[in-house]
């Protein structure tokens, strides 16, 4: 009679075979990572690129001016210079956030041709809450709102922008956070003063304004702007949009990079941004952001 030999693996070849396949999940999973960041990443820039479309479609029927950045203090013949505006309009209203003058924000006044609240929120960012708002049991459902339109082109006519191929009109300028029922502009209009306000190359935005900075615009998120990767997706005022790496010399406080391609000129070593580049128009004494001002050449 013959004996039957069962062989079975020894201790040393079951850790070699668990070791080779933790070496090849190793190499996998960034892999995996990267290709859902990319897939990600694609469906936000079309997103994206469909909200600036509702841009064109509003200034289509306002004779080719853009959507207001700053909502109306009707109350003060000025402009709610911060504190951005509720979206959608009236979900809880207060003294500050008014339906009627909210509803005048490019986040609610482009909404009819957009149609969709969720192209303005890129997915897994961070969402903070607005002190003061109700959100316990708010008077209908707010949405949570990530990008920001350039401030700078508020109430500003189109067939004024000098180049509208390059010229950024919305873009992820809260970086990765979003806002919980509140739409921004980033930079902003410093409108300080009274009666209409608008970019101006040589001044500041309102006749009756003025201010010890020389400022034009203002400028304050706190967060890294690497969204994805080391950048983030820009919509340009033709409704192209591009990714752009941000920040190549982050943690440096020397100014570097160029203002045609990065808004910032100084960041730290997360990628959030220290300082803006700014540009005087000739002699003017007031100065904008370079890379938002509707008259920029961007180096052409």
């Known amino acids: 009679m013959k004996s039957s030999i069962r062989r079975a693996f020894t201790l040393i070849e079951l850790l070699v075979v668990i070791a080779i396949i933790a070496i090849l999940a190793a190499m996998l999973f960034p892999v995996y990572a990267q290709a859902k960041e990319s897939a990600k990443k694609t469906t936000v820039l079309s997103n994206m690129k469909q909200s600036g479309m509702s841009f064109m479609m509003y200034a289509s029927d ?9 909502t109306p203090n009707s109350a003060a013949n000025s402009w709610r210079r911060t504190g951005g505006h509720q979206v959608p309009a009236g979900w809880s209203p207060t003294t500050r956030y008014i339906p009627a003058e909210d509803a005048q924000g490019w ?13 303005l ?25 990530s990008l920001t339109m350039n401030g700078l082109l508020h109430g500003y006519s189109m067939t ?20 919980a029922g509140v ?10 003063g009274t009666g209409p306000c608008v970019f101006s190359p040589s001044s500041y935005p309102q006749p009756d ?9 203002e400028w304050n998120p ?23 790496r941000l920040g190549a010399s982050a943690g440096s406080t020397t100014p570097s990079g160029d203002p045609a391609t990065d808004p910032y000129s100084v960041y730290l070593a ?3 941004p220290d300082e803006m580049w700014r540009c005087y128009l000739g002699s003017a004494p007031v100065r904008y952001s370079c890379h938002f001002r509707p008259d920029y050449d961007f180096g052409q």
């Open 107 to 119: 986040a609610n006044s482009t909404h009819p041709y957009r149609k969709s609240w969720p192209l």
């Open 209 to 217: 304004m003025t201010d010890s900075s020389s400022r034009g615009d």
């Open 160 to 179: 004024a922008i000098t180049s509208p191929s390059k010229l950024s009109l919305l873009w992820q300028g809260w970086g990765k956070l979003a806002h």
């Open 62 to 70: 306002n004779d080719d001016v853009l959507p207001l950045g700053l």
């Open 222 to 244: 706190g967060e890294t702007m690497w969204v994805f990767g080391r950048g983030a997706i820009f919509v340009a005022s033709d409704t192209s949009a591009k990714f752009r």
């Open 183 to 192: 739409a921004y502009v980033n930079p902003r209009l410093n409108c300080r």
């Open 121 to 145: 929120m890129v997915p897994g960012v961070q969402v903070d809450q607005i002190s003061g708002l109700n959100y316990t049991n708010p008077a209908i459902r707010w949405e949570d709102e």
């Open 270 to 272: 997360d990628g959030t």
